[in-house]
């Protein structure tokens, strides 16, 4: 593995453009070690979940399946709408990709403007305590800077690690950045001891051919007894990924294309990544699903559906399950 590039800037202010989670619940809070980044202790104030239901029913499953102090890596997988997450692995919580303050414009919103459908009323100060916020584009739907600059003021020493071609958006903000070129991995710590790899991979290609990949990530659980891939544009280097595993695979699975151009890939493609690496569980993301206005938004068409994906899958990979996720609720995957 290569070394990572860390950049250590102090805090300027940032003018424009561009944007990763744990998930927690109140009835876990209280146990939780405090860091210095630390947000309202109620945690994740949703106003679409039933928090004595799902705050019930996440003890129960911690009591059947154990803890990371016993010797099982869980990780509890929130989805926040767009290509946003909150992550809790064992106790490593990590965001990612957030937009919490604002729509989503790339600074042209006559052009492009979209809001979340779910979770309209979910604010950066409503988050749990954060260990990491990963990036994985330097493009404003993953670098969101209306929602990193404050999130910045909040905590400037926050851990981040991030893909390179975010480095003028992200050394104006953050102290403490971890840049990772495909193949070169990090460790992230929580107070509580447990510790998580993460590793690049190579994404998409935003621009000219020879232009840097963007990142999609391995996360290796605390104990190595689960593994997390993300690429939010299911695009992906088949030659790197071969001689990699990940026991659960997030990937959006339904089609985003403009006339003659893939912004999103899914369906076939997504069913190849899983059997590329050897997923038991596959968690499709609706990164398009958003409130969309504008010419931009007008002309992108969806292809496919969670169905017909779930269809192919099975024929090429019959005991992978697929868990689909409810923004806001967490998925909770222990080890199969």
């Not at 809070?29 to 104030?45: M, V």
Request: glycine fraction near 6%; proline fraction near 9%.
């Amino acid at each position: 593995m290569g070394m990572a590039v860390h950049c250590n800037s102090a805090p300027l202010s940032c003018k424009t453009w561009r944007n990763r989670g744990p998930t927690l619940l109140p009835a876990r809070l209280c146990s939780l070690p405090q860091t210095p980044f630390s947000f309202r202790s109620d945690a994740l104030k949703l106003s679409t979940c039933r928090w004595d239901k799902v705050a019930s029913a996440v003890a129960s499953e911690e009591s059947a399946v154990g803890s990371s102090s016993s010797g099982t890596d869980v990780f509890n997988l929130t989805y926040l709408e767009g290509n946003s997450w909150l992550w809790d692995i064992s106790g490593v919580r990590v965001l990612v990709d957030p937009i919490l303050v604002g729509n989503l414009d790339f600074g042209i919103p006559w052009l492009y403007d979209a809001a979340k459908k779910f979770l309209k009323n979910f604010e950066l100060t409503d988050l749990p305590q954060v260990d990491c916020l990963l990036i994985t584009q330097s493009l404003d739907d993953h670098c969101h800077l209306k929602t990193l600059k404050p999130l910045s003021e909040m905590s400037p020493n926050l851990r981040v690690i991030a893909t390179p071609n975010a480095k003028p958006l992200l050394d104006p903000l953050f102290r403490n950045v971890t840049y990772l070129e495909p193949g070169q991995e990090s460790e992230v710590e929580a107070e509580n001891g447990s510790k998580v790899r993460i590793q690049a991979t190579a994404g998409p290609v935003l621009g000219p051919p020879w232009q840097r990949p963007e990142n999609g990530y391995l996360v290796i659980s605390p104990q190595g007894q689960l593994t997390l891939y993300y690429e939010p544009h299911c695009v992906y280097n088949k030659d790197f990924l071969e001689k990699e595993h990940a026991d659960i695979v997030i990937t959006p699975v339904i089609k985003q294309l403009l006339p003659n151009f893939t912004l999103v890939s899914g369906q076939e493609d997504a069913v190849q990544l899983a059997k590329l690496l050897h997923a038991k569980f596959i968690v499709p993301m609706k990164n398009g699903d958003l409130d969309s206005k504008g010419f931009l938004a007008s002309i992108i068409q969806g292809e496919g559906t969670i169905e017909s994906f779930k269809e192919l899958l099975s024929k090429e990979l019959p005991d992978a399950k697929t868990l689909e996720p409810t923004p806001g609720e967490p998925l909770h995957i222990p080890p199969p």
